[in-house]
């Protein structure tokens, strides 16, 4: 079981291993509620806070070590070595997510609208307005629970929920490109999925397809997503 301090301890040796010429203030807080969300953000003077989901409490110290890299990899912009990655979603796969099921039904406690730099109620808000005359019923919004690279972004109807992958929560992200994800995936309220020949379901049809393309920077948007993601 960790503490907070010897979260801090831990994740200073790192900096120091990671940026030896600059010195931080490090605070560790373990986050509320039962979602697997971590954050990372950088205050005034090189003050450092990180809130840890309170599923890694039991976790082993090279899981905690490794989940510490890929978040400050994170905010310091360098790219984390893929065995941390790998480390971090063995010991989820194994140990967290098999404990998930008992809470799947109650989806809103495990993911949420508010981002470091983005918050998805408030573009779902403004997009439902501007594009939607503020008619489109509102899901549960939420941050993806884990960095996808594929699956931008999904709308479960039977859940009831909207969720954008936690890559674009970041600093270097345009908010038009957020605001078009979430286009993407209100067009899927907005437009009901259509049978299509035998056994497949239409869900992009031309009709969305249109409105997809109405978006402003269309093009734009596109190639934006499929050049830069992967270096978010
Ligand atoms: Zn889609």
């Not at 600059?22 to 450092?48: A, C, D, P």
């Amino acid at each position: 079981m960790w503490n907070e301090e010897q979260l801090e301890n831990l994740i200073k040796s790192l900096l120091q291993e990671i940026m030896p010429q600059k010195r931080y203030t490090v605070s560790v807080e373990w986050g509320r509620g039962k979602s697997l969300r971590h954050t990372i953000q950088m205050g005034k003077r090189n003050f450092l806070l990180v809130r840890l989901s309170p599923l890694m409490a039991q976790a082993p110290e090279n899981v905690v070590k490794a989940l510490a890299v890929l978040l400050l990899a994170k905010i310091f912009r360098f790219k984390a070595d893929s065995v941390f990655r790998k480390v971090y979603n063995a010991y989820v796969d194994e140990h967290i997510m098999p404990q998930m099921p008992a809470v799947t039904h109650r989806v809103s406690s495990r993911y949420s609208p508010k981002g470091n730099y983005f918050n998805l109620e408030e573009i779902f808000d403004e997009l439902n307005s501007r594009y939607f005359n503020a008619r489109l019923p509102k899901p549960v919004l939420g941050w993806s629970l884990r960095p996808a690279y594929t699956r931008l972004g999904f709308y479960d109807r039977k859940r009831n929920l909207l969720v954008i992958s936690q890559i674009f929560d970041h600093k270097k992200t345009p908010r038009e490109i957020v605001e078009y994800l979430m286009y993407h995936e209100m067009l899927h309220i907005y437009i009901p999925v259509q049978q299509g020949r035998g056994q497949r379901r239409l869900v992009h049809t031309a009709e969305f397809k249109r409105l997809e393309q109405q978006f402003p920077n269309y093009e734009k948007i596109e190639k934006w997503i499929k050049r830069k993601r992967h270096r978010l």
